[in-house]
């Protein structure tokens, strides 16, 4: 029998073993120069231990059109990198039956390679294929992928929640061989350390790309760097293809819970073994499949402030109580405009947008489309959601959290009967959703008002159920929000922040730190003892119809703490 290459035994073997169809010797094979250039830039070592044994489906069809010359040279360049490095195993496809649920479960992220045209029109697959991501897998696409699932020629949109995952749409460019400088936005990023952080030069196709990219959705890791490529091209100027003249090459963002990475440079096969550029995407890699961790935060959105949370891991979110008189799509709009990249939801608020409906679990699987893009559209991620009670029998408990797992929720913010907390455990674990128990006062709570009744109905339960502190029911019910905070420890899941008046029954909200709440005190010994809430929930709980003005003053309040903690320069 013909001997054939590693990459070739490797991803057809693992295909077997999953069930799948195995990929076709053509995917991989090259000429033997071609193997030995990409073997001697290869990385030796992975960028990030992986937490476990790693899978990432390559799908590399194209349709009505040729396909990219350097498609089965990344096919092999990837099947050695994760052999060599032992960061991840390969399987290339290009059957649409590969996104079943079934088979996507075996998988920690899909790369499409270089993907022209409408690949599969069944809005089952399609939907899985979204679902997968926003629950927290991983998506990467290189060059052509950017009109993936459109028709092709002429890239008109078939599919517009694919473009809002991979962040950008459209293929314009100048000549294959444009030689550029490539700007590295971020030279300490995790991903941009690959590349050591340096601006370079580099010839390719470089595409241009159009809505739905913006700095408001995407966190830009390289771009042209306009005026310097010009002079190296000996002109006065580098065509115009957008209006704000910004061309990001690289670049990744959350999808809900899902992690996505996009590059442009991967038009010729000599981009796989460039040392340089393999670094680079093995590290994207690694941020896909979920080991390598990377800030996602759009670069729009980067203030000093913002920054400073994330280096602190803080996140400040607007909980969507705070505006509940409005539309969960105006409460988003509202975090755009206070420039706050997290929000929480809830059951009861009215979904907008043209839904006329509550933002509960009998939402239709295209009305929750519709969520996940008017999300992805803001660059907002929905955080944590309350309801006032998860039910404890399975079918009822399972709608819930397959309602969050297709909206990226982290968290459950809920006040269930006892007697379900068994059933609310197991799905916790199995699809690795908190749930914080939320307090009112006593009589609203019996079972949950107070840290002490949270660690009685918590013991010996999943380190995934704890408490969710609203901080103005505890002030309000004597309890100190500092020491509420100690005795709960790791068990404080996330936290509705608020600042009173005064500690009594009649304790209204004020703007953070103007009040009796002592709400510096409570974040920083939050901060030495290394409790990370989801979120840190601003829940301002008074003048509903008009009160931006204070919710924007406890943003600047908490904006400025974290620059001081963090140590950054305002």
């Known amino acids: 029998m013909r001997k054939l290459p590693f990459g070739i035994l490797c991803i057809a073997g693992l295909a077997l073993s999953l069930g799948l169809p195995p990929a076709s010797g053509r995917l991989l094979t090259q000429s033997d120069d071609d193997r030995a250039k990409i073997e001697a830039a290869m990385p030796t070592r992975p960028f990030a231990r992986p937490l476990k044994s790693r899978r990432l489906l390559i799908y590399d069809g194209n349709v009505n059109y040729g396909g990219h010359a350097s498609i089965p040279t990344a096919n092999l360049a990837f099947a050695l990198m994760g052999k060599k490095t032992g960061a991840f195993e390969t399987v290339v496809s290009r059957d649409p039956a590969v996104f079943s649920k079934d088979s996507l479960e075996r998988f920690d992220a899909v790369f499409f390679n270089n993907t022209v045209g409408n690949l599969f029109t069944d809005r089952t697959l399609r939907r899985n294929l979204a679902e997968f991501v926003v629950a927290g897998g991983g998506l990467m696409g290189v060059h052509g992928t950017t009109v993936a699932f459109t028709q092709w020629p002429g890239a008109t949109e078939d599919w517009p929640e694919f473009g809002f995952m991979i962040g950008g749409r459209g293929a314009a460019h100048l000549d294959a061989e444009e030689r550029i400088h490539v700007r590295v936005e971020e030279p300490s990023h995790p991903l941009a350390v690959a ?6 030069v580099h010839a ?4 241009r790309v159009g809505e739905p990219y913006s700095r408001q959705s995407v966190r830009v890791l390289l771009s042209i760097d306009n005026e310097r490529s010009a002079k190296l091209q000996g002109k006065e ?4 293809f957008r209006d704000d003249d910004d061309y990001a090459l ?4 959350s999808y809900g819970r899902g992690r996505v990475f996009y590059s442009t440079m991967a038009h010729h096969p ?3 073994w460039d040392r340089r550029l393999l670094r680079f995407y093995l590290a994207a890699a690694q941020f896909v499949l979920g080991d390598l961790q990377a800030p996602t935060i759009p670069s729009g959105k980067l203030t000093p402030a913002v920054r400073a949370e994330e280096k602190l891991g803080w996140r400040l979110g607007i909980e969507a109580y705070t505006f509940h008189r409005f539309s969960f799509f105006e409460t988003v709009d509202r975090a755009v405009e206070l420039g706050i990249p997290y ?7 009215r979904v907008g947008g043209g839904i006329d409906k509550n ?3 009998g939402l239709t699987d295209e009305e929750l489309e519709q969520i996940r893009l008017k999300l992805a559209s803001a660059g907002v991620r929905l955080l944590t959601y309350y309801v006032q009670e998860i039910p404890g029998d399975e079918e009822g408990c399972r709608r819930y959290f397959e309602f969050a797992r297709k909206l990226g929720i982290e968290t459950f913010m809920t006040e269930p009967k006892l007697e379900a907390l068994d059933t609310i455990e197991r799905y916790c674990d199995a699809y690795d959703i908190k749930v914080g128990l939320h307090n009112h006062d006593r009589n609203a709570s019996p079972n949950y008002w107070s840290p002490e009744a949270i660690l009685r109905v918590c013991k010996g339960r999943s380190s995934r159920i704890g408490a969710c502190a609203d901080v103005g029911y505890w002030m309000r019910g004597g309890i100190d929000p500092v020491e509420g905070m100690r005795k709960l420890g790791k068990r404080l899941i996330t936290i509705q922040m608020h600042d009173l008046h005064e500690r009594s029954p009649q304790g209204r909200d004020v703007p953070w730190g103007t009040g009796a709440g002592q709400t510096e005190r409570l974040i920083r010994e939050m901060h030495r003892r290394k409790i990370r809430p989801v979120m840190f929930g601003l829940e301002y709980s008074d003048k509903f119809e008009n009160n931006m003005a204070e919710v924007r003053q406890c943003a600047e309040w908490f904006g400025a703490l974290s620059v001081r903690s963090a140590g950054l320069k305002p």
Do not use: N, T, Y
């Open 195 to 200: 590349l050591d952080g340096k601006d370079f």
């Open 204 to 207: 390719d196709e470089f595409f």
């Open 237 to 240: 100027r580098i065509q115009r």
């Open 250 to 253: 690289a670049w990744i963002h």
């Open 270 to 272: 000599r981009d796989f």
């Open 343 to 349: 929000v929480g939801a809830l059951s009861f608020q």
């Open 359 to 361: 933002f509960d679990p």
